[in-house]
């Protein structure tokens, strides 16, 4: 964990995220509720990164986590897509799963780049993959959203948009998808062990909570 934006620059192209809507700005002022501003304080604008399977949930309580915080929200996966005037599964199609993490990397790289912070991130399922990405995770506090590969099934059976589940047996491709990333996921700094019927407000408190158990190891290491 460390709140130093890495020195990595992303690949030599035109920046993703100039590609942002003018109502979706990279600053934006926010009222952080009272219950919520001590971890506010203590995080000291670190970056937030949410990992974990698709369908854990990264994106409704990484919104919901900024808004506590007043932190500004992004989803890998949803700037892709403004960047790229496509889908995913259209990217997946035209480039390739390679292509598709490429552009990943880039945008993982530009919002870690951010000199301001105060971010919260919710990344692709895969975005653990690649070691390179973990340079810019690394940099901020990883929050890993772990949701039994049951629940994922039955949140995800009817998805026709998730281009990995593009599969004859689509609840076994979710159990061995998670098998294989289990070991990168358990790289994060903070693991939030779910049984996948929570509320996401319940998740929020959780995260939230193991945030500032976090950041009071950390600080006890540090004296």
Known sequence: MNDTPPNGKPPESESLLAHLPPDHPLSHDHTIPADAKTTAQ???????????????GKTTVGRLVAQKLGYQFFDTDALLETATQQTVAQVFAERGEAGFRELETQILAELSSYAYGSLAIATGGGAVLNPQNWSYLHHGIVIWLDVPAEQLYYRLRHSSTRPLLQDPDPRQRIQEILDQR??????????????????????????LEAIARAIRSAEREEE
């Open 42 to 56: 203590r995080l000291r604008r670190t970056n937030l990164y949410l990992v974990g399977m698709m369908g854990c």
């Open 182 to 207: 289990r070991p990168l996921y358990a790289q994060a700094d903070v693991h939030v062990q779910l049984r996948g019927r929570e509320s996401p407000e319940f998740v929020t408190a959780r995260v």
